[in-house]
């Protein structure tokens, strides 16, 4: 079992910038691969980036790429996402996730295996 706590988000206007953090818990955090996704109202979850159990991989959803910036630090049990030049599309809730084994459904949510509550983003025009 793995906890895992979002925080930063919150209301921000197009082309500004927030950092979103995630806070794990319980069993061994550098054990998992990582990743984010977000959700917007009256949509799927969709993936938005992940990351490799040691950091040494990553991969970005093509509407975050060059905007984005996933990261962990192992010994703070604790995955960040950047995001820049943030535009109103980029509204949804975004959701932390852990998977054993970040393999070829990385990008879906089959793909992990624990997830958060969830943290707000608002993206003013």
């Known amino acids: 079992q793995v906890q895992l706590v979002e925080s930063g988000g919150g209301l921000v206007q197009a082309g500004g910038s927030l950092r979103l953090s995630c806070a794990a818990s319980?069993?061994?955090?550098?054990?998992?691969?990582m990743g984010w996704f977000r959700q917007a109202p009256g949509k799927e979850r969709e993936f938005v980036a992940a990351?490799?159990?040691?950091?040494?991989?990553?991969y970005y959803a093509d509407s975050v790429k060059g905007r984005g910036t996933i990261s962990r630090d192992n010994a703070k049990n604790t995955v960040l996402l950047q995001m820049n030049s943030l535009k109103p599309e980029d509204t949804a809730v975004y959701y932390c996730a852990a998977s054993y084994l970040l393999g070829s459904y990385y990008d879906t949510t089959r793909g992990y295996d624990y997830w958060g509550q969830g943290t707000q983003v608002t993206v003013s025009s």
């Open positions: 319980g069993r061994t955090f550098s054990s998992f691969a």
């Open positions: 990351i490799s159990w040691s950091g040494g991989s990553t």
